[in-house]
């Protein structure tokens, strides 16, 4: 029973172009989620997070939206560049913090020159 | 420079041979996390420390056991190794319980034969 979702696997955007990366969650405690990037043969880092008081958060290219009456959250890359290629989570956690996170299974971008 | 770091990069087992991974942090920070991702799938917390407080997730199976004998090191011990425990085992620490995110380790690929 996944609380945290993100319903695609693979993502493939144009240089330059926006990516929107979707997550979904089931559990409504949930106040806090971040996002998290990951390259090949390293550990997820950190990228954005986002308080369930908010709406929406900005941080140069990366914009995570949250939408709680449907439990949606999003994350936008603008404009997508080919560094940006690599796995990413959506994580959440249900007590204001980063203590105890769950993750989504990941998706992951490619940019396409 | 690296903050979490964990060894070895890569192991090899055989089916019931235990294994020890270990993971050490240059961060002092208070928690220490170890998370179970197999491929394509979300990473799974299995347990973590508070200090010298061990907190065990309620579906982690007994063959997995942690030690904790400093604030710097954690190992993670596989007691007897299935097929199904190959996996990206992944070490992450936290500062305290109200900071914004975990900081993860690179990994240690499991393979067992």
């Known amino acids: 029973d996944q609380q945290v979702k993100q319903n695609s696997p693979s993502l493939s955007v144009q240089e330059g172009r926006i990516s929107i990366l979707n997550c979904d969650y089931t559990?409504?405690?949930?106040?806090?989620f971040l996002w998290y990037k990951k390259y090949p043969a390293e550990g997820p880092t950190f990228l954005i997070s986002?308080?369930?008081?908010?709406d929406k958060n900005e941080d140069g290219r990366f914009t995570v939206f949250l939408n709680k009456s449907a439990k949606h959250l999003s994350l936008h890359i603008v404009p997508s560049q080919p560094g940006d290629s690599a796995v990413y989570f959506c994580?959440?956690?249900?007590?204001?913090?980063?203590?105890?996170?769950?993750f989504g299974s990941g998706t992951r971008l490619s940019i396409r020159p | 420079d690296a903050m979490v770091i964990q060894n070895p990069r890569y192991q090899v087992t055989q089916f019931g041979k235990p294994v020890t991974l270990s993971c050490s942090q240059t961060?002092?920070?208070?928690?220490m996390y170890w998370y179970q991702q197999k491929s394509s799938q979300a990473p799974k917390l299995l347990f973590h420390?508070?200090?010298?407080?061990?907190?065990n997730e309620a579906d982690t199976p007994d063959n997995f056991q942690s030690r904790r004998p400093n604030t710097s090191f954690c190992f993670l011990d596989i007691r007897s190794p299935g097929l199904g425990d190959a996996a990206m085992y992944l070490c992450?620490?936290?500062?305290?319980?109200?900071?914004?995110?975990?900081?993860f380790g690179p990994g240690t690929r499991l393979t067992v034969l």
């Open positions: 559990n409504s405690m949930f106040d806090y």
């Open positions: 992450a620490t936290l500062p305290g319980f109200s900071t914004d995110t975990q900081y």
């Open positions: 994580a959440a956690s249900a007590d204001s913090s980063a203590s105890k996170i769950i």
């Open positions: 961060l002092n920070h208070n928690v």
């Open positions: 986002i308080s369930s008081i908010k």
């Open positions: 420390y508070y200090d010298k407080d061990f907190n």
